[in-house]
């Protein structure tokens, strides 16, 4: 982190030491059209995590990935796309890096894996998916009209899930969770 203002940049961590550049897992419905408020909230979450510093990792295709990786690309940063196939060129065009995984949705686990933090902005079964596989790793998921979750037990209010009302709440709750 820069000593004069406190935010992080790129190739930056946490501790202010060069290195890897700290990313954040966004998912979400794959159809989601482009100026519709799901797209617009997902743009804003990448270009907010772009400008802090942070790399966002998504499924690499379209809708709300697309937008996560719109936004991000546009603030100047990186965001990384895990596709489920063996292509590069499956990739939206926002994706500065591509991971071709050939592995369908088993590349989900590869995705919420790949962000210290994960941000869900609504979705659909792929997303439920990807929620469950971060939880399982310990990853807090961030979520924004997305998925909410009833357990018994020890899963009584759903541990973990962090539910926030707008883009500028799960960039700062997911920046909350990397500290």
Avoid at 6 to 33: D, F, M, N, W, Y
Avoid at 65 to 79: D, L, S, V, W, Y
Wanted: negative net charge; proline residues 3%.
């Amino acid at each position: 982190m820069s000593e004069t203002d406190g935010e992080a940049t790129a190739g930056e961590t946490t501790g202010g030491k060069r290195g890897k550049l700290r990313q954040v897992a966004v998912i979400g419905a794959g159809r989601c059209e482009v100026g519709l408020e799901p797209w617009l909230l997902a743009e804003e979450v990448g270009g907010r995590l772009a400008q802090a510093g942070v790399a966002v990792v998504c499924g690499g295709l379209g809708g709300i990935m697309e937008a996560a990786c719109r936004g991000a690309a546009g603030a100047g940063g990186t965001a990384i796309g895990i596709v489920p196939g063996g292509s590069v060129a499956e990739a939206n065009p926002y994706c500065t890096h591509v991971v071709a995984t050939g592995i369908g949705y088993a590349r989900n686990l590869a995705v919420v894996s790949s962000g210290d933090v994960v941000i869900a902005v609504t979705g659909e079964w792929g997303t439920l998916s990807e929620i469950g596989y971060a939880r399982a790793i310990g990853r807090t998921v961030v979520t924004l009209q997305s998925w909410s979750l009833v357990g018994r037990e020890e899963m009584e209010g759903a541990p973990g899930l962090v539910p926030v009302d707008d883009a500028e709440g799960a960039v700062a709750a997911a920046l909350e969770a990397l500290a």
